[in-house]
């Protein structure tokens, strides 16, 4: 028992421990730790497929959930700065469901046959994937495709896959390993006490395993490198592109200042900042100033009213940037409301007051302002759970009412929107996705702007309630992921954390650090074409999804006809 014990806890250790933002920001240039990480835990699965003891499907549950639980905790653990729950939820939560899939793994490979139950394992890490995409408590942060995201090197071809194709990889190479480390009789099995030594006796017996190894292994590193130095942006347009990163303390500090003084302050900062990097002459700032200047989530704190954010002074404060450059776009981060009457009312509104016949509704949003151009709204819809909508509210609403947690920016359930919508600035040959923190973190729901249109992508962000931690760290390269699979420059604004520019093989430029107040500046490119996954979307986890309870359905009813 104690050994299964090591060898589950050393799976969860080598998923956690190798974890992009565990090391920092630096480049894992080729990381295969992900493509044996497995073994262990699939190994202690064998020992209780192969023993005589009961309870086989408990037990594979309990020993995973060490496995899992670990990964989960050491990857999470810096939620617990905003709030304690996070990480339980993200433990019990997301750790049972990936153990109910390892559990249902093993039960399949005992009562049916090894190669079922490997496609059980692929199949269901695939449709839990694909159900965090839109389910209640919703957390795709922990999808195995993304573990390559500071390994760009490797994933180039996540443009054909999307990053569930990442996962693919990493199941099958730890299937296939533990397949030839079977085969080749390197385990001997004590069907009494289910404990397993090692003999290495019979590898030759097994070379042609471990030569199909090696090629699962290789083959998509050198298509990748293949497709990284062949990648070119020759045709693309230039463009030029502002981040603005704050760096306030989005718990305290941000709440002393009004927007009226916050938006004063970074106009003023960032008109001398364009006067003196491009040139007094007026006809070179026309020229040469940015086509668009990004700033980050909740930017504007307080609230706006949609239908009438024109005579809002903060606005009016960032006005003067484009009155001073007309050629340039602002995409800010805010905090909106609109009201509503009882007639034209959406789902998510609330009364204003309980004797009250109005409603109104908050959202998280980005908008763009342009010169002599109305402004256009678009509302986070990709809410994070807990903090800005609650989870099975009709049910949860009559014990909790409309409680959240408050995590330092936008709190309250929030209302959303059904479409992605791609903003058309000042230059009209620019088409910008507005992409708000956790929306980043899904590839198909990121890869829909593309679809729409979309020739490069913002991603604004307020990453500092989680504190100094690998947190905002593993967001940023989850960013990186994003450019890969669409091909698209991201320009990314964070009230702290990393802001900066990366290019469409997932390379950063111009990066602004933690605690660092600033500004950069890059050109960028704008790419109209769409890659595969674009245009197909995530065939892989769909396809996983639905082979998932055929293979259960059926293997069931197999063992009730026999």
Known sequence: MLKKIYYSAFTGFLLMIFWPGVWGFADSTFNFTFLFAFLPLLLVDYQIRNDFGKRKFIRTFLYG???????????????????????LATVFINGGLMSLVFACYGWVTRVHSKRIGYWTLVSGWLALEVFHESWALSFPWLDLGHAFASSPLMIQWYEYTGHRGGTFWILIGNLTLLHAVIKSRVLEINRINGE?????????????????????????????????????????????????????????????????????????????????????????????????????ETFLHEGLQESHANVFKPIHELDSIIQSY?????????????????????????????????????????????????????????????????????????????????????????????????????DTSIKLAPIICWEQDYGNYVREYAKQGANVFAI?????????????????????????????????????????????????IEAMTWGEKGIRTSLFRLNNKKTVFTICGDLIGRAGALLFPFLLISVFVRKKVQ
């Open 65 to 87: 959930f060490i496995a899992l639980g670990i990964f989960n905790a050491g990857t999470t653990f810096w939620v617990w700065n905003a709030h304690w729950s996070g990480v």
């Open 196 to 296: 397993f030594n090692f003999s290495f006796k019979n590898l030759k017996s097994s070379l042609k395993s471990y030569v199909t190894l090696m090629g699962l292994w290789l083959i998509p590193i050198m298509f990748s490198l293949f497709l990284y130095f062949n990648f070119s942006e020759d045709e693309m347009p230039e463009r030029l592109g502002t981040v603005v990163q704050p760096n306030v303390d989005p718990y305290y500090e941000k709440f002393e200042k009004s927007d009226q003084q916050q938006a004063r302050e970074w106009a003023q900062i960032i008109k001398s900042y364009l006067k003196s990097n491009i040139n007094d002459s007026n006809d070179l700032a026309l020229e040469f100033s940015p086509n668009v200047i990004v700033f980050p």
């Open 326 to 426: 007309p050629k340039t776009s602002l995409l800010v981060g805010a905090m909106t409301y609109e009201l509503f009457t009882n007639a034209d009312r959406t789902n998510t509104s609330r009364k204003i007051s309980s004797h009250g016949k109005n409603y109104y509704d908050l959202y998280n949003s980005a908008f763009v302002l342009s010169f002599n151009k109305p402004m256009r709204f678009y509302h986070k819809s990709k809410l994070v759970v807990g903090v800005e909508y609650m989870p099975f509210g009709s049910l949860l609403s009559k014990i909790l009412g409309d409680f959240t947690i408050d995590m330092g920016g936008s709190a309250g359930s929030l209302g959303t929107q059904d479409y992605r919508d791609v903003f058309t600035l000042i």
């Open 460 to 508: 604004i962000t307020n990453d500092g309630w989680w504190g100094n931690t690998l947190g905002h760290l593993t967001h940023m390269q989850y960013s990186r992921v994003r450019a890969i699979e669409n091909r698209r420059w991201i320009l990314r604004s964070s009230n702290t954390g990393i802001s900066g520019f990366i290019d469409p093989k997932g390379q950063v």
